[in-house]
């Protein structure tokens, strides 16, 4: 009885252990575009660590993957890590236009020096690497991030 006992104490610890260490939290995002002329933009949102390094890809905002390879960095990064961005991807969004989405951030990655970096690219016009990039602080989270390039702005809300 008590192996039983403690069997079942043992996995209900891992479990919460397990649950605690893949804590994520869902972000809206409300990316604001510059006016431009042109093309939709392909946006894509990446997890940078502390050493600056691609760890993830959060959203991508272009749905047509023989445009991937326009936003360059991150491309490498996608041509090595083979992610399946399909169930992450939606529409380009063109100049002045708004678009609001929702990604999960792992709740062990806020205040540890990694960054939401925005890049961005327009068919026949400049790529930005970094468009945007937001710390992923308390306070970066809060803030209203002035991009770059095609993003006039981006603001995070948890939600």
């Known amino acids: 009885m ?3 006992l403690k069997i079942a104490f043992t996995g209900a610890l ?3 252990v397990s649950f605690q260490s893949v804590a994520q939290s869902k972000y809206k995002c409300m990316l604001q575009m510059a006016n431009y002329m042109g093309e939709g933009a392909y ?3 990446s997890l ?3 050493k600056g390094d691609y760890e993830k890809t959060l959203y991508v905002m272009g749905d047509d993957k023989k445009w991937y390879k ?3 960095e991150w491309n490498k ?3 090595q890590k083979h992610e399946d961005v399909s169930a992450i991807s939606g529409a380009s969004v063109t ?3 708004r678009s609001i989405t929702t990604f999960e951030i792992e709740d062990s990655k806020i205040n540890k020096g990694y960054k939401l970096r925005f890049e961005s690219a327009v068919e026949d016009q400049k790529y930005y690497t970094t468009d945007a990039e937001i ?3 308390t306070a970066g989270l809060a803030d209203k991030t002035e991009g770059k390039g095609y993003i006039r702005y981006v603001r995070l809300n948890k939600i």
């Open 135 to 137: 710390p992923l602080t």
């Open 95 to 97: 100049g002045g236009d």
């Open 70 to 72: 326009s936003l360059k």
């Open 14 to 16: 891992i479990c919460l």
């Open 43 to 45: 946006i894509v949102v």
């Open 2 to 4: 008590k192996s039983i």
């Open 48 to 50: 940078i660590n502390p």
């Open 77 to 79: 990064f996608q041509t």
